[in-house]
Protein backbone atom coordinates (compact mmCIF):
# COMPACT_ATOMS: atom_id res chain seq x y z
CA UNK A 1 0.00 0.00 0.00
CA UNK A 2 3.09 1.96 0.73
CA UNK A 3 4.73 1.20 -2.17
CA UNK A 4 1.33 1.96 -4.24
CA UNK A 5 0.97 5.66 -2.95
CA UNK A 6 4.45 6.66 -3.25
CA UNK A 7 3.55 5.39 -7.02
CA UNK A 8 1.10 7.75 -7.36
CA UNK A 9 3.00 10.16 -5.97
CA UNK A 10 5.93 9.84 -8.45
CA UNK A 11 3.85 9.35 -11.31
CA UNK A 12 2.74 13.59 -11.46
CA UNK A 13 5.90 14.15 -12.29
CA UNK A 14 7.71 11.15 -13.72
CA UNK A 15 7.14 8.64 -16.47
CA UNK A 16 7.57 5.10 -14.43
CA UNK A 17 9.22 2.25 -14.20
CA UNK A 18 8.47 -0.80 -11.83
CA UNK A 19 10.60 -2.69 -9.92
CA UNK A 20 9.49 -6.04 -7.95
CA UNK A 21 11.53 -8.12 -5.87
CA UNK A 22 10.91 -11.73 -4.78
CA UNK A 23 13.01 -12.44 -1.73
CA UNK A 24 11.89 -15.41 -0.41
CA UNK A 25 8.97 -13.64 1.56
CA UNK A 26 5.95 -16.09 2.87
CA UNK A 27 3.56 -14.15 0.12
CA UNK A 28 5.83 -13.88 -2.48
CA UNK A 29 3.21 -14.54 -5.17
CA UNK A 30 0.04 -12.43 -3.65
CA UNK A 31 2.69 -9.73 -3.71
CA UNK A 32 3.77 -10.18 -7.54
CA UNK A 33 0.17 -10.47 -8.49
CA UNK A 34 -0.39 -6.78 -6.78
CA UNK A 35 2.65 -5.68 -8.91
CA UNK A 36 1.27 -6.85 -11.62
CA UNK A 37 -2.45 -5.70 -11.00
CA UNK A 38 -1.07 -1.97 -10.18
CA UNK A 39 1.23 -1.89 -13.59
CA UNK A 40 -1.17 -1.92 -15.32
CA UNK A 41 -3.49 0.04 -13.47
CA UNK A 42 -1.15 2.50 -13.96
CA UNK A 43 -0.30 1.78 -17.27
CA UNK A 44 3.17 1.04 -16.79
CA UNK A 45 5.04 -1.00 -18.90
CA UNK A 46 8.50 -1.16 -18.37
CA UNK A 47 9.17 -3.69 -15.44
CA UNK A 48 11.51 -5.74 -13.87
CA UNK A 49 11.02 -8.91 -11.92
CA UNK A 50 14.07 -9.94 -9.58
CA UNK A 51 14.58 -12.72 -7.14
CA UNK A 52 16.55 -12.37 -4.58
CA UNK A 53 15.73 -15.63 -2.96
CA UNK A 54 19.34 -15.42 -0.82
CA UNK A 55 17.69 -13.28 1.57
CA UNK A 56 15.52 -16.35 2.77
CA UNK A 57 19.29 -19.09 2.76
CA UNK A 58 20.47 -15.93 4.46
CA UNK A 59 17.21 -16.39 7.11
CA UNK A 60 16.87 -14.90 10.41
CA UNK A 61 13.57 -13.70 9.59
CA UNK A 62 9.86 -14.50 10.15
CA UNK A 63 8.97 -13.02 6.65
CA UNK A 64 11.58 -15.51 4.74
CA UNK A 65 12.09 -17.86 7.65
CA UNK A 66 9.25 -20.83 8.29
CA UNK A 67 10.77 -21.39 11.30
CA UNK A 68 10.11 -18.49 12.87
CA UNK A 69 6.62 -17.43 13.62
CA UNK A 70 4.78 -14.20 12.37
CA UNK A 71 4.01 -12.64 15.49
CA UNK A 72 0.67 -11.44 15.93
CA UNK A 73 0.74 -7.42 16.31
CA UNK A 74 1.72 -5.24 19.17
CA UNK A 75 1.02 -2.29 18.04
CA UNK A 76 2.73 -0.64 21.06
CA UNK A 77 5.90 -3.03 21.05
CA UNK A 78 9.42 -0.96 20.98
CA UNK A 79 12.46 -2.59 19.15
CA UNK A 80 12.95 -4.57 16.15
CA UNK A 81 10.72 -7.01 15.37
CA UNK A 82 10.88 -10.82 14.42
CA UNK A 83 9.99 -9.60 11.06
CA UNK A 84 12.97 -7.75 9.98
CA UNK A 85 15.13 -8.62 7.16
CA UNK A 86 18.58 -7.85 7.87
CA UNK A 87 20.01 -5.27 5.73
CA UNK A 88 17.09 -5.91 3.21
CA UNK A 89 16.29 -1.64 1.26
CA UNK A 90 19.99 -1.59 0.78
CA UNK A 91 19.69 -5.02 -1.06
CA UNK A 92 16.31 -4.05 -2.55
CA UNK A 93 17.68 0.01 -3.92
CA UNK A 94 21.38 -1.31 -4.78
CA UNK A 95 19.37 -3.31 -7.92
CA UNK A 96 17.05 -0.51 -8.31
CA UNK A 97 20.48 1.76 -8.82
CA UNK A 98 22.07 -0.79 -11.03
CA UNK A 99 19.03 -0.69 -13.31
CA UNK A 100 18.41 2.59 -13.28
CA UNK A 101 21.97 3.58 -14.50
CA UNK A 102 21.18 1.28 -17.55
CA UNK A 103 18.10 2.67 -17.98
CA UNK A 104 18.39 6.34 -17.01
CA UNK A 105 16.36 6.95 -14.49
CA UNK A 106 17.33 9.60 -11.76
CA UNK A 107 15.03 9.01 -9.26
CA UNK A 108 14.11 5.74 -7.29
CA UNK A 109 11.25 6.43 -5.49
CA UNK A 110 10.30 3.30 -2.23
CA UNK A 111 7.64 3.68 0.08
CA UNK A 112 9.74 3.93 3.25
CA UNK A 113 7.74 5.48 6.52
CA UNK A 114 9.80 6.06 9.39
CA UNK A 115 7.34 7.55 12.17
CA UNK A 116 4.42 5.32 11.76
CA UNK A 117 6.57 2.10 10.76
CA UNK A 118 7.42 -0.97 12.48
CA UNK A 119 10.85 0.13 13.88
CA UNK A 120 13.07 -1.64 11.11
CA UNK A 121 16.04 0.76 11.02
CA UNK A 122 16.43 0.47 7.37
CA UNK A 123 13.19 2.58 6.83
CA UNK A 124 14.83 5.69 8.64
CA UNK A 125 15.67 9.20 6.79
CA UNK A 126 19.12 8.85 8.00
CA UNK A 127 19.50 5.33 6.09
CA UNK A 128 18.37 7.06 3.27
CA UNK A 129 20.69 9.94 3.45
CA UNK A 130 23.86 7.84 3.68
CA UNK A 131 22.45 5.72 0.72
CA UNK A 132 22.20 8.71 -1.81
CA UNK A 133 26.14 9.60 -0.42
CA UNK A 134 27.03 5.90 -1.48
CA UNK A 135 25.27 6.38 -4.53
CA UNK A 136 26.80 9.37 -5.53
CA UNK A 137 29.99 7.88 -4.66
CA UNK A 138 29.39 4.43 -5.96
CA UNK A 139 27.89 5.35 -9.74
CA UNK A 140 29.36 6.76 -13.01
CA UNK A 141 30.35 10.26 -12.29
CA UNK A 142 27.88 12.01 -15.41
CA UNK A 143 24.84 10.18 -13.34
CA UNK A 144 22.82 11.98 -10.95
CA UNK A 145 20.34 9.50 -9.52
CA UNK A 146 18.64 9.70 -5.86
CA UNK A 147 16.36 7.99 -3.82
CA UNK A 148 12.95 9.48 -3.26
CA UNK A 149 11.20 8.95 0.23
CA UNK A 150 8.01 11.04 -0.49
CA UNK A 151 5.88 9.72 2.18
CA UNK A 152 8.76 9.04 5.04
CA UNK A 153 7.33 11.55 7.20
CA UNK A 154 3.42 10.55 6.90
CA UNK A 155 1.40 8.66 9.60
CA UNK A 156 -0.11 5.17 8.34
CA UNK A 157 -4.01 7.50 8.03
CA UNK A 158 -2.32 10.01 6.15
CA UNK A 159 -1.08 7.77 3.52
CA UNK A 160 -4.25 6.86 3.39
CA UNK A 161 -5.89 9.94 3.07
CA UNK A 162 -3.18 10.91 0.41
CA UNK A 163 -3.92 7.69 -1.67
CA UNK A 164 -7.63 8.45 -1.39
CA UNK A 165 -7.34 11.94 -2.62
CA UNK A 166 -5.19 10.62 -5.87
CA UNK A 167 -7.41 7.35 -5.97
CA UNK A 168 -5.29 4.94 -6.08
CA UNK A 169 -6.56 1.53 -6.34
CA UNK A 170 -5.99 0.10 -2.92
CA UNK A 171 -8.36 -2.94 -3.90
CA UNK A 172 -4.95 -4.46 -5.59
CA UNK A 173 -2.54 -3.57 -3.44
CA UNK A 174 -1.11 -6.61 -0.44
CA UNK A 175 -0.16 -5.81 3.08
CA UNK A 176 -0.49 -9.23 4.98
CA UNK A 177 2.96 -11.12 5.82
CA UNK A 178 1.40 -13.89 6.43
CA UNK A 179 -1.53 -14.95 3.64
CA UNK A 180 -1.74 -14.88 -0.07
CA UNK A 181 -5.72 -15.43 -0.25
CA UNK A 182 -7.37 -13.46 2.35
CA UNK A 183 -5.78 -11.54 4.76
CA UNK A 184 -4.94 -12.12 8.33
CA UNK A 185 -5.79 -8.97 10.08
CA UNK A 186 -3.70 -10.30 12.93
CA UNK A 187 0.16 -9.41 12.02
CA UNK A 188 1.53 -6.09 12.35
CA UNK A 189 1.26 -5.19 9.16
CA UNK A 190 -2.21 -5.96 8.58
CA UNK A 191 -2.79 -4.62 11.69
CA UNK A 192 -0.70 -1.26 11.14
CA UNK A 193 -2.76 -0.96 7.50
CA UNK A 194 -5.98 -1.53 9.38
CA UNK A 195 -5.76 1.14 12.25
CA UNK A 196 -4.84 3.41 9.32
CA UNK A 197 -8.11 3.41 7.32
CA UNK A 198 -10.16 3.09 11.01
CA UNK A 199 -8.45 6.45 11.66
CA UNK A 200 -8.78 7.27 8.45
CA UNK A 201 -12.32 7.17 8.62
CA UNK A 202 -12.51 5.39 4.96
CA UNK A 203 -13.17 1.23 4.08
CA UNK A 204 -10.32 -0.81 3.31
CA UNK A 205 -11.87 -2.55 0.34
CA UNK A 206 -9.92 -5.65 0.87
CA UNK A 207 -11.30 -8.91 2.67
CA UNK A 208 -10.15 -9.81 6.11
CA UNK A 209 -10.38 -13.04 7.79
CA UNK A 210 -11.46 -10.62 11.15
CA UNK A 211 -11.03 -7.41 11.06
CA UNK A 212 -9.87 -6.17 14.61
CA UNK A 213 -11.35 -2.51 15.71
CA UNK A 214 -8.54 0.24 17.47
CA UNK B 1 43.83 -12.35 -7.25
CA UNK B 2 42.87 -9.40 -4.88
CA UNK B 3 40.13 -11.32 -3.14
CA UNK B 4 43.03 -14.08 -2.32
CA UNK B 5 45.16 -11.90 -1.23
CA UNK B 6 42.60 -9.95 1.31
CA UNK B 7 41.05 -13.28 2.69
CA UNK B 8 44.98 -14.01 3.47
CA UNK B 9 45.26 -11.03 5.42
CA UNK B 10 42.15 -11.25 7.44
CA UNK B 11 42.97 -15.06 8.30
CA UNK B 12 45.79 -12.88 10.67
CA UNK B 13 43.41 -12.03 12.49
CA UNK B 14 39.55 -13.56 12.05
CA UNK B 15 38.22 -17.22 11.45
CA UNK B 16 36.69 -16.45 7.86
CA UNK B 17 33.70 -17.02 6.01
CA UNK B 18 33.38 -16.83 2.43
CA UNK B 19 31.09 -15.48 0.30
CA UNK B 20 30.79 -15.82 -3.88
CA UNK B 21 28.40 -13.85 -5.61
CA UNK B 22 27.89 -15.05 -9.65
CA UNK B 23 26.30 -12.09 -10.95
CA UNK B 24 26.15 -13.62 -14.53
CA UNK B 25 29.67 -12.75 -15.40
CA UNK B 26 31.44 -14.51 -18.89
CA UNK B 27 33.91 -16.59 -16.32
CA UNK B 28 31.45 -17.93 -13.31
CA UNK B 29 32.03 -21.27 -13.33
CA UNK B 30 36.04 -20.64 -13.33
CA UNK B 31 35.42 -17.91 -10.76
CA UNK B 32 33.22 -20.30 -8.31
CA UNK B 33 35.57 -23.13 -8.94
CA UNK B 34 38.53 -20.78 -7.85
CA UNK B 35 36.39 -19.94 -5.09
CA UNK B 36 35.76 -23.21 -3.99
CA UNK B 37 39.50 -24.17 -4.59
CA UNK B 38 40.85 -21.50 -2.34
CA UNK B 39 38.03 -22.52 0.41
CA UNK B 40 39.42 -25.83 0.74
CA UNK B 41 42.93 -24.50 0.69
CA UNK B 42 42.00 -21.86 3.99
CA UNK B 43 40.11 -24.48 5.43
CA UNK B 44 36.71 -22.74 4.97
CA UNK B 45 33.77 -24.72 5.53
CA UNK B 46 31.28 -21.75 5.88
CA UNK B 47 30.31 -20.53 2.54
CA UNK B 48 27.55 -18.45 0.77
CA UNK B 49 27.30 -18.97 -2.93
CA UNK B 50 24.43 -16.23 -4.40
CA UNK B 51 23.09 -15.70 -7.71
CA UNK B 52 22.15 -12.08 -8.49
CA UNK B 53 21.96 -13.09 -12.24
CA UNK B 54 19.68 -9.61 -12.12
CA UNK B 55 22.94 -8.17 -12.92
CA UNK B 56 23.46 -9.42 -16.38
CA UNK B 57 19.27 -9.28 -16.95
CA UNK B 58 19.94 -5.40 -16.52
CA UNK B 59 22.94 -5.41 -18.47
CA UNK B 60 24.88 -2.34 -19.87
CA UNK B 61 28.43 -4.33 -18.79
CA UNK B 62 30.86 -6.33 -21.50
CA UNK B 63 31.25 -8.38 -18.60
CA UNK B 64 27.57 -9.42 -18.11
CA UNK B 65 25.99 -8.54 -21.38
CA UNK B 66 27.59 -11.03 -24.50
CA UNK B 67 26.78 -8.56 -26.99
CA UNK B 68 29.17 -5.98 -25.97
CA UNK B 69 32.97 -6.66 -26.19
CA UNK B 70 35.61 -7.29 -23.55
CA UNK B 71 38.06 -4.69 -24.45
CA UNK B 72 41.64 -5.45 -24.85
CA UNK B 73 43.67 -4.03 -22.26
CA UNK B 74 44.35 -0.14 -22.38
CA UNK B 75 46.34 0.08 -19.46
CA UNK B 76 46.18 4.16 -19.94
CA UNK B 77 42.69 4.37 -20.56
CA UNK B 78 41.10 7.24 -18.40
CA UNK B 79 37.56 7.15 -17.17
CA UNK B 80 35.27 3.91 -16.92
CA UNK B 81 35.89 1.10 -19.45
CA UNK B 82 32.88 -1.40 -20.48
CA UNK B 83 33.47 -3.80 -18.35
CA UNK B 84 31.73 -1.52 -15.40
CA UNK B 85 28.46 -3.43 -14.19
CA UNK B 86 26.52 -0.63 -12.50
CA UNK B 87 26.60 -0.33 -8.93
CA UNK B 88 27.84 -4.30 -8.76
CA UNK B 89 30.20 -3.54 -5.32
CA UNK B 90 27.11 -2.44 -3.60
CA UNK B 91 25.38 -5.51 -4.50
CA UNK B 92 27.48 -7.88 -3.55
CA UNK B 93 28.13 -6.00 -0.44
CA UNK B 94 24.80 -5.62 0.88
CA UNK B 95 24.53 -9.50 0.96
CA UNK B 96 27.76 -9.40 3.01
CA UNK B 97 26.33 -7.44 5.67
CA UNK B 98 22.66 -9.23 5.26
CA UNK B 99 24.45 -12.54 5.84
CA UNK B 100 27.00 -11.12 8.14
CA UNK B 101 23.65 -9.96 10.79
CA UNK B 102 22.77 -13.18 10.92
CA UNK B 103 26.23 -14.92 11.56
CA UNK B 104 27.69 -12.59 13.75
CA UNK B 105 30.60 -11.20 11.71
CA UNK B 106 31.70 -7.48 12.19
CA UNK B 107 34.57 -7.61 9.53
CA UNK B 108 33.36 -7.59 5.78
CA UNK B 109 36.63 -7.86 3.53
CA UNK B 110 36.77 -6.91 0.38
CA UNK B 111 39.66 -6.88 -1.94
CA UNK B 112 38.95 -3.78 -3.79
CA UNK B 113 41.98 -1.49 -5.15
CA UNK B 114 41.50 2.34 -5.77
CA UNK B 115 44.73 3.86 -7.51
CA UNK B 116 45.96 0.68 -9.56
CA UNK B 117 42.53 -0.20 -10.41
CA UNK B 118 40.27 -0.18 -13.72
CA UNK B 119 38.53 3.14 -12.58
CA UNK B 120 35.61 1.61 -11.35
CA UNK B 121 33.56 4.30 -9.03
CA UNK B 122 32.92 1.51 -6.62
CA UNK B 123 36.13 1.03 -6.03
CA UNK B 124 37.33 4.15 -4.15
CA UNK B 125 37.91 4.38 -0.75
CA UNK B 126 34.97 7.43 -0.18
CA UNK B 127 32.35 4.90 -1.82
CA UNK B 128 33.52 2.47 1.27
CA UNK B 129 33.62 5.21 3.99
CA UNK B 130 30.18 6.12 2.30
CA UNK B 131 28.75 2.60 2.47
CA UNK B 132 30.29 2.05 6.32
CA UNK B 133 27.77 5.37 7.19
CA UNK B 134 24.74 3.19 5.60
CA UNK B 135 25.39 0.08 7.09
CA UNK B 136 25.97 1.25 10.37
CA UNK B 137 22.33 3.53 9.78
CA UNK B 138 20.88 0.67 7.87
CA UNK B 139 21.36 -2.72 10.84
CA UNK B 140 20.20 -3.32 14.25
CA UNK B 141 21.71 -0.71 17.00
CA UNK B 142 23.67 -3.87 19.03
CA UNK B 143 25.49 -4.70 15.13
CA UNK B 144 29.07 -3.12 14.45
CA UNK B 145 29.68 -4.59 10.91
CA UNK B 146 31.93 -2.95 8.89
CA UNK B 147 33.66 -3.12 5.43
CA UNK B 148 37.40 -3.42 5.54
CA UNK B 149 39.45 -2.97 2.28
CA UNK B 150 43.08 -3.26 3.29
CA UNK B 151 44.62 -3.43 -0.39
CA UNK B 152 42.88 -0.48 -1.34
CA UNK B 153 46.11 2.00 -1.33
CA UNK B 154 48.03 -0.88 -2.92
CA UNK B 155 49.26 -1.39 -6.19
CA UNK B 156 49.54 -4.54 -8.09
CA UNK B 157 52.94 -5.26 -7.82
CA UNK B 158 52.77 -4.64 -4.10
CA UNK B 159 49.22 -6.79 -3.74
CA UNK B 160 51.67 -9.98 -5.28
CA UNK B 161 54.23 -9.32 -3.16
CA UNK B 162 52.09 -9.17 0.11
CA UNK B 163 50.64 -12.51 -1.40
CA UNK B 164 54.23 -14.07 -2.23
CA UNK B 165 55.22 -13.05 1.83
CA UNK B 166 52.08 -14.37 3.18
CA UNK B 167 52.45 -17.90 0.85
CA UNK B 168 48.73 -17.14 -1.09
CA UNK B 169 47.73 -19.97 -3.52
CA UNK B 170 48.29 -18.27 -6.68
CA UNK B 171 47.70 -20.85 -9.20
CA UNK B 172 44.22 -21.15 -7.83
CA UNK B 173 43.07 -17.81 -8.61
CA UNK B 174 41.18 -16.10 -11.43
CA UNK B 175 41.55 -12.83 -13.01
CA UNK B 176 40.90 -13.18 -16.84
CA UNK B 177 37.61 -11.78 -17.71
CA UNK B 178 36.66 -13.55 -21.00
CA UNK B 179 37.83 -16.86 -20.66
CA UNK B 180 37.27 -20.16 -18.42
CA UNK B 181 40.30 -22.27 -19.38
CA UNK B 182 42.97 -20.05 -20.58
CA UNK B 183 43.69 -17.05 -19.37
CA UNK B 184 43.09 -14.97 -22.48
CA UNK B 185 46.54 -12.31 -21.49
CA UNK B 186 44.76 -9.67 -23.37
CA UNK B 187 41.71 -8.45 -21.20
CA UNK B 188 42.56 -5.68 -18.54
CA UNK B 189 42.28 -7.25 -15.65
CA UNK B 190 45.31 -10.30 -17.42
CA UNK B 191 46.97 -7.17 -18.49
CA UNK B 192 46.81 -5.53 -14.97
CA UNK B 193 47.57 -8.77 -13.25
CA UNK B 194 50.45 -9.81 -15.55
CA UNK B 195 51.95 -6.36 -15.33
CA UNK B 196 52.19 -6.82 -11.21
CA UNK B 197 53.61 -9.94 -11.55
CA UNK B 198 56.32 -8.58 -14.39
CA UNK B 199 57.06 -5.39 -11.48
CA UNK B 200 57.13 -7.85 -8.88
CA UNK B 201 59.72 -9.93 -10.18
CA UNK B 202 57.51 -12.88 -9.41
CA UNK B 203 56.39 -15.98 -12.10
CA UNK B 204 52.41 -15.75 -12.42
CA UNK B 205 52.07 -19.35 -12.16
CA UNK B 206 48.60 -19.54 -14.22
CA UNK B 207 48.54 -20.23 -18.13
CA UNK B 208 47.95 -17.80 -19.97
CA UNK B 209 47.23 -18.07 -24.33
CA UNK B 210 50.11 -15.34 -24.22
CA UNK B 211 52.25 -13.35 -22.12
CA UNK B 212 52.40 -9.56 -23.22
CA UNK B 213 55.74 -7.65 -21.66
CA UNK B 214 54.97 -4.65 -19.91
Known sequence: MDSLVTAAIASKEHKLAFLHVNYG???????LKAFNDIAVDFGVTQKLVVDITYLSQIGG??????????DNADLNFEGIPASYVPFRNANMLSIAVSWAEIIGAEKIY???????????????????????KTIELGTKPNTNIRIETPIIDMKKHEIIKLGAELNVPFELSWSCYKNEDIACGECDSCALRLRGFQLAGIDDPIVYTKRPIF
Do not use: H, M, W
Not at 118 to 126: N, Q
Open 61 to 70: SSLTDKSIEV
Open 25 to 31: QRTEKRE
Open 110 to 132: IGAVEEDSSGYPDCRKVFYDAFN
